[in-house]
């Protein structure tokens, strides 16, 4: 395996040498013949947006690699042009993760490929992490490669994913990669607690403390979301109205937006027509503006209900996610002022929480109500970055920095103390820790 690796330079810093070390360590040790799992115990197949933010790490220490995990994770798309959440690994013990290939099913549904998978998707960072790996080591094929299958993710997005408004929605809080997020809770109090298909005996708890992961009434209603949408035949456009989640998600929108700006340059490198990507791109943006920015509360707010009739109230660093895009300068103002103010706390002792610290189902335990997530704080970092914040994006970075020297890549952090929380050796906290201390961007 060592032989694919080609290892770049960080600082100089020492303990930064060791850090990359230990960061490279993590990504070899997970390396599953092409891709990378999250996690060796938790998570052991392939994850869509994992593998986004992984093969941006990659990218740092070995190129090919890199490449391999975004087009081994694209040759199991659907016909229909949906990425999926889940590749299932098919060395791996049928139920060694729940809902696991005998729960979706895949294999009896038209125009999905030879390897199982899930029915849902993830947030779609793909482009933008196909754009980053040619940045690092410029490669024209690979974009001639990925080019027409990431323009079909989009393409499905838009198509079957709707909203109306210029927006997209997801249909199950797994599809936020936020799955418990307390944004999530008033749509899912309607939703029926069990499930035909919820094993008496979760896999995650083997792996992972209680306290740590959703209860077992969210976990519950997860499932018989996901058991509908399957029965369903995963049908979407001509079905949305019949689902009971359905959700205009701030950060989904913003990382399809993002992504939507790297086709652009993706095709203007390969020689496809770079106009409609852009224009895409501002479509997205100014409907976000439009319909989830909230000027009073300084952030973007979920959507749901019938046209969007609902806006959640519970405020979570998705909301922030959208500095990533080219905003105005009072949005941005705006949306900096949330995050350094007592919602989000700013801070370089820990990265930014996953919810508003002062929200009444803050916990600084529990997954997504609260703890502090690496790649989420990058993509704000990076919103940071483009507006030319150097000062707060600065102190995301020592913040990241400071709790896995401390704490090792683990899954999560306390928000509050920066202890590590979730399973550990976690692929895409240890992958953008590699990109940290790369230095500047290209």
């Known amino acids: 395996m060592s032989e694919l690796v080609e290892l770049s330079q960080p600082a100089a810093r020492a303990d930064d040498d060791a850090l990359w070390r230990a960061a ?20 052991p197949h392939q994850w869509s947006w994992d593998s986004a933010f992984t093969a941006i790490g990659w990218a740092r220490v070995s190129p090919v690699r890199a490449r391999s995990e975004l087009e081994s994770l694209l040759a199991s798309q659907w016909t229909d042009g949906r990425v999926p959440q889940i590749v299932f690994n098919p060395t791996t013990p049928r139920d060694a993760y729940f809902p696991g290939p005998d729960f979706w099913r895949t294999r009896d549904v038209p125009g999905t490929p030879h390897r199982e998978t899930s ?52 249909v199950h809080p797994w599809e936020s990669g936020q799955d418990n997020s307390p ?22 708890l083997q792996h992972v403390a209680p306290d740590e992961r959703p209860t077992a009434a969210d976990y519950g209603r997860y499932v018989a979301l996901a058991e509908a949408y399957r029965d369903r035949g995963y049908r979407d456009a001509d079905a949305l109205p019949e689902h009971r989640f359905v959700v205009v998600d701030p950060l989904f929108n913003a990382l399809l937006c993002w992504s939507e700006e790297a086709l652009a340059d993706i095709a203007g490198v390969i020689g496809e027509p770079v106009e409609p990507h852009r224009r895409r791109a501002a479509q997205l943006r100014d409907a976000m503006l439009e319909h989830l920015y909230d000027p009073d509360a300084g952030q973007f707010f979920a959507l749901s209900g019938p046209g969007g009739a609902h806006r959640s109230v ?13 905003l105005p300068a009072e949005v941005v103002d705006a949306v900096v002022g949330s995050a350094v103010g007592p919602r989000f706390a ?7 929480p996953s919810y508003d610290l002062t929200g009444h189902a803050f916990d600084t335990t529990r997954y997504w109500r609260g703890p502090a997530w690496v790649n989420m704080s990058w993509l704000v970092l990076r919103g940071l970055q483009r507006h030319g914040r150097w000062a707060q994006a600065e102190t995301v970075r020592a913040a990241l920095l400071a709790v896995v020297r401390a704490g090792g890549f683990r899954e999560y952090f306390d928000p509050l103390s920066g202890v590590g929380r979730g399973c550990t050796d976690f692929s895409w906290s240890a992958a953008l820790t590699l990109d940290l201390l790369a230095g500047d961007r290209p």
Not at 184 to 202: C, F, Q
Not at 346 to 352: C, I, T
């Open 346 to 352: 700013l801070s370089d002792r820990v990265p930014l």
């Open 119 to 170: 029915g849902l998707v993830q947030p779609p960072l793909h482009a933008r992490a196909a754009w980053e790996v040619h940045c690092a080591d410029p490669d024209p094929e690979f974009l001639r490669r990925v080019y027409p299958r990431l323009r079909a993710q989009h393409d499905y997005l838009q198509r079957e994913r709707s909203d109306g408004a210029g927006l997209v929605v997801i």
């Open 24 to 43: 490279v360590a993590v990504l070899q040790g997970n390396w599953e013949q092409g891709y990378t799992v999250p996690s060796r115990r938790l998570y």
């Open 314 to 326: 519970e405020r979570t660093v998705g909301g922030l996610v959208p500095l990533l895009l080219d």
């Open 183 to 204: 944004a999530w809770d008033a749509e899912l109090a309607g939703v029926p607690t069990a499930a035909s298909g919820t094993p008496s005996t979760r896999p995650d």
